[in-house]
């Protein structure tokens, strides 16, 4: 019966939508939550009950008991029925992994390119978009890996910029935007044609990233490689070093993390350019959207708080302080009341899944998990 | 007013199943034909119940198996590659999301060569000639498949035996012809007499011990005495067991090198066609085994332990550093001068989840130690002022190009070699730590390639790349002209698994050999479902001959069934190695080496490090060993640093405490 529910929400019926809200809301009680863990090769399922956070089942990830494999991006089928989870770190290719959200053992696995980090299946095509952030590799354009869930297998990739990272899909399915974090640019995909139809420059140049207006103050990235030794004519470092990108679920614009200039940049769609600019705190890296649209939930990784912004008053309402330093990941539930944070904490601490009630801007329950919690993603109510 | 509410829901959701569920995505062709080289434009359409097309819908389309047939994703447009079955997916994306398949016979190119291996072109009567053959089709692919018939001119003096063999019986000239898909290869032959009348057969030795190379010299003569030195000669051997509850075994090497497993009476063969010879030589017992005692452990046992460095401080005393592993970032120091009673004098801490890997300089003044999991991400590694290790003191931090993480890290005069995200390795000047200074780096450039470890010794820095095996690079020696800032590659060796995890060079001083024995890490059995305890690991020691730089070649290997090797260290002949489930193996490495070193008896002695207060309880998972001033120091995951003695050789005739 759920399966059909989600069917008929794809048909778009504005009615259903707002009738499949009314059910879930009048019903619910309990969040779930699947949070990473990357300095500890596990993943977290976290129940919050409406006051509780607790930490239902931890899954260890991986193949390789004495090397960290940094499990970095999770998403959710559509369906549900599915977890996908980014291992990043190989020899030297990062992997995918299909988990079943029934039994969180493995289904499958399809190695993708270096570094691979934030996912998502788009509903329109059934296809996973995957970053390849490229961590470890020169200052040249990576890819986003196209991957078919049903299949596991890795159908193609698309070139976009330096470090590719923190990407979403349209409410629709129909585009994928995805930021690279050296380069500045925003890149749009078109999930249908799987070719990039956009890209725009977030550090305000027209042309194409060059040695004028280098920035290396902000930078959190070292310079790496042969080519960043010897051809430093050629190296670009982003001052705005955006690291997420959310397109809106309804008023056209997509919301970038500006993690070097300390700002979430909105970018109209139709027009295809930066319309404003908000000043964050420090150092913004994920950002999310809730689903009715209000809201826009940020976290600052280099202060350890979370943001939230009216998006209709363009303001932002009190910053909450997390539990731990080095706030990472954000994920809302479906009835747009609670943002769930991933905060990574140093060292030795453990990683810590903060829940915080938007409305009121108030941390409401915290939950400790593996070491450097970081990509997260909701999962279900019920 | 909720019912009101739900009986419209489901009016809805009937209607927009049933929509839903009459649209069908076709295909055409559904099922295809191509010849390699060919294209082929596939097409995809959304019909209604009526056949009707939908207009307004789009179509991705991919090969399972692009190498051999290419599809533009979203035109539909084949082209193909390569010969066999190949499914290709279509998906309209959109509402409904609907899916497809079209299969795809790629028809296999006509057989256009069959190569024969290389044969002599003169072959003496009463021997066999194991042939190769290769079989290519006009689109260039090599086509094992194929099966291939022999066929001989005159069976009399040539005959076919199968898989692929010749049995040469009287001379003259014989064409052997070779058939496969249509197509025909002769090789003509040209059978002589067999002229050997002799072999005169000799061993270097005709006793020894288990695991000893006993090396032949054969020389075929004819009638008159004359050395026939074409003679193709085989080697083989029989044997008893002085153990009747042991079959007798060993292994002998085309060109003649025998080395027994088991202790007892080998015939050493050598054949060609009729002439034969043998002689029969005994390897002994090895008898090498020694007593090992545990003498002292420095237990960690809230957080796991990574690496150890054990080295004689500025002040004489002996010390030793440990990391840690998916903990706090902190590295453990050590005074180990009395092995019994390991003292832990001083800790650092840094941001950091791992410290990998630990090492200090030949003077014993600096340390360096490895960063992984930084809550900045920078990872990169800590230069820390060791002068007296009970008062360790970070010098500097270095992450230039290291952000990625630090694995592992290598001091040799004066400079860091440290691994940058598993990629490649920089060399860093640290002539001022407080400044450290990338003065050069070393990265393959092959598909894909990857890299573990850095080991520098004389100058060469051996690294392990995975896949890609171990190379052999100048960074100082002047082998090839390399310095640190311009390291020179010029060997390697890599083998099938893939698995080089770490690399020890070792010089046998007696016979001159040069070996590196190449570790592999394994885990192919997965996690432990508990996530509590140590996964079981595979892998074990590959024994390189690198004599011949131009053309190593794997000649033994030391293997623990379902221990998995780590880390491991070579000294007077003897290797001490870490098996992550097996402990430490100590290990005669003395003499030529050939075999399963294992099998030979040539395991000293081992010792497991089981600490039922460990951070996971009884379950060793050891990481590395070192030798140092009479005692063996081994880190283990689980428990800490550990140490332990071997005891000296027990005089021959001596009882044996097999019990150790």
């Known amino acids: 019966m759920k399966h059909s529910i989600f069917n008929a929400v794809r048909k778009g019926t504005l009615f259903l939508v707002a009738l499949m809200g009314f059910s879930i809301v009048s019903t619910a009680q309990d969040y779930y939550v699947y949070v990473t863990a990357e300095s500890e090769d596990e993943v977290a399922l976290i129940k919050f009950d409406g006051k509780n956070a607790t930490v239902e089942e931890t899954i260890p990830v991986g193949i390789w008991p004495a090397e960290i494999e940094g499990p970095h991006g999770i998403n959710i089928s559509p369906d549900g029925k599915y977890w996908y989870l980014s291992l990043a770190h190989g020899n030297p290719y990062g992997t995918l992994y299909k988990f079943s959200t029934e039994t969180n053992e493995v289904v499958d696995t399809v190695r993708l390119g270096l570094f691979p980090a934030s996912l998502q299946v788009s509903k329109a095509t059934g296809l996973l978009y995957c970053v390849n952030f490229d961590l470890h590799g020169d200052m040249v354009p990576s890819t986003v890996s196209v991957v078919d869930p049903e299949e596991m297998i890795e159908i193609h990739r698309i070139e976009t910029g330096v470090m590719p990272h923190g990407s979403r899909i349209s409410s629709d399915g129909l585009y994928h935007y995805s930021v690279g974090m050296m380069s500045g640019e925003l890149f749009e995909i078109s999930t249908t044609k799987l070719k990039v139809t956009r890209k725009l420059n977030l550090d305000g140049k027209e042309e194409e990233p060059a040695m004028g207006g280098m920035d290396h103050s902000k930078m959190d990235h070292s310079k790496m490689g042969r080519s960043m030794m010897t051809e430093s004519a050629t190296m670009y470092h982003s001052a705005t070093k955006p690291t997420w990108a959310i397109p809106h679920p309804t008023n056209g614009k997509v919301y970038v993390a500006g993690n070097g200039s300390d700002e979430i940049i909105e970018v109209d769609l139709e027009k295809w350019e930066v319309t404003n600019r908000f000043k964050t705190g420090k150092a913004p890296y994920n950002c999310d959207v809730t689903p009715d649209g209000k809201y826009l939930v940020a976290t600052y990784k280099g202060s350890g708080e979370t943001g939230i912004w009216d998006l209709n008053k363009g303001k932002e309402l009190p910053r909450i302080k997390n539990t731990r330093k080095v706030t990472h990941g954000v994920t809302i539930s479906p009835d747009s009341k609670y943002a769930f944070i991933s905060v990574e904490g140093i060292g030795g601490e453990p990683g810590t899944m903060d829940v915080i009630d938007i409305k009121n801007a108030k941390k409401v329950s915290s939950v400790d998990m593996g070491k450097q919690a970081g990509g997260i993603i909701f999962w279900k109510m019920e | ?660």
């Open chain 2, 1 to 660: 007013m909720k019912n009101i509410f739900l009986f419209a829901f489901s009016m809805m959701l009937t209607v927009v199943l049933a929509q839903a569920q009459d649209l069908k995505l076709k295909v055409s062709p559904e099922k295809a034909s191509m010849k390699i080289g060919q294209s082929l434009q596939l097409e995809a359409a959304v019909v209604d119940a009526s056949g009707n097309k939908i207009s307004d819908r789009e179509f991705i389309f991919y090969s399972r198996n692009s190498r051999a047939l290419d599809v533009v994703d979203t035109t539909g447009f084949a082209k193909a590659i390569k010969h066999g079955e190949h499914e290709v997916i279509v998906i309209s994306p959109g509402s409904p999301q609907l899916r497809s398949s079209i299969l795809v016979n790629v028809e296999p190119a006509a057989i256009s060569k069959i190569a024969f291996g290389d044969v002599p072109a003169k072959v003496y009567t009463g021997i066999n000639i194991p042939l190769t053959l290769d079989v290519t089709d006009e689109a260039g692919f090599e086509r094992p498949e194929v099966p291939i018939t022999l066929t001989t001119s005159d069976e009399t003096k040539v005959a076919i035996a199968p898989f692929n063999k010749l049995i040469v019986k009287n001379a003259g000239t014989v064409t052997i012809t070779a058939s496969a898909g249509g197509k025909s290869e002769n090789l003509k032959l040209e059978v002589i007499e067999n002229p050997i009348a002799e072999i005169r057969l000799k061993s270097n030795m005709v006793e020894g011990r288990s695991g000893d190379v006993f090396t032949l010299t054969a020389m075929a003569v004819d009638k008159d005495g004359n050395e026939v030195k074409d003679a193709p000669i085989r080697y083989s051997f029989t044997g008893e067991s002085f153990d009747v509850s042991a079959a007798p075994s060993g292994l002998i090497t085309p060109e003649g090198k025998f080395v027994a497993d088991e202790p007892g009476l080998y015939v050493l063969n050598a054949t060609c066609g009729p002439a034969a010879a043998s002689v029969t030589v005994q390897a002994n017992n090895r008898n090498i085994t020694r007593k090992i005692d545990l003498v002292g452990k420095g237990s960690v046992n809230n957080k796991h332990t990574s690496d150890l460095w054990i080295w004689e401080g500025i002040d004489g005393k002996d010390y030793a550093v440990t990391g840690t592993w998916g903990a706090d970032g902190t590295a453990y120091f050590w005074d180990v001068t009395n092995p019994a009673g390991i003292e832990l004098v001083d800790s650092v801490k840094v941001d950091a989840r791992t410290v990998n890997d630990v090492k200090v300089s030949e003077d014993g003044k600096v340390a360096v130690i490895s960063r992984e999991g930084a809550s900045n991400r920078k990872n990169g590694l800590v230069i820390i002022d060791v002068s007296n290790p009970r008062d360790a003191k970070i010098i500097s931090e270095f992450s230039e190009n290291l952000t990625g993480g630090v694995h592992n890290v290598f001091i040799y005069k004066n400079h860091v070699y440290a691994l940058s995200a598993g990629r490649k390795y920089y060399s860093i000047n640290i002539e001022d730590p407080k400044n450290p200074k990338i003065v050069g780096e070393f990265e393959l450039d092959t598909p894909g390639h990857a890299i573990h470890d850095v080991w520098v010794h004389d100058g060469i820095a051996y690294s392990s790349n995975w896949t890609d095996g171990v190379q052999l690079v100048d960074v100082g020696n002047g082998i090839a002209g390399g310095t640190p800032s311009n390291p020179v590659q010029f060997a390697s060796y890599a083998y099938p698994s893939g698995s080089n995890h770490a690399a020890f060079p070792y010089k046998d001083e007696k016979t001159g050999k040069f070996y590196v024995i190449l570790g592999d890490e394994e885990f192919p059995y997965g996690l432990d479902p508990s996530g509590k305890k140590p996964s079981r690991a595979a892998g074990f020691l590959h024994v390189i001959d690198f004599t011949d730089l131009k053309n190593p070649k794997e000649v033994a290997w030391f293997q623990v069934p379902f221990a998995g090797s780590h880390n491991f260290w070579i000294e007077d002949n003897i290797l001490y190695a870490a098996f992550y489930n097996g402990g430490v193996r100590v290990v005669d490495i003395s003499g030529e080496l050939l075999g399963d070193l294992n099998r030979q008896g040539r395991e000293i002695a081992w010792i497991v490090p089981e600490d039922p207060d460990g951070f996971v309880p009884n379950a060793p998972f050891t990481w590395g060993a070192q030798p140092h001033k009479g005692h063996i120091f081994y880190s283990d995951w689980n428990s800490g640093l550990w140490s332990a003695k071997l005891q000296p050789v027990v005089p021959e005739n001596a009882k044996i405490d097999s019990s150790k």
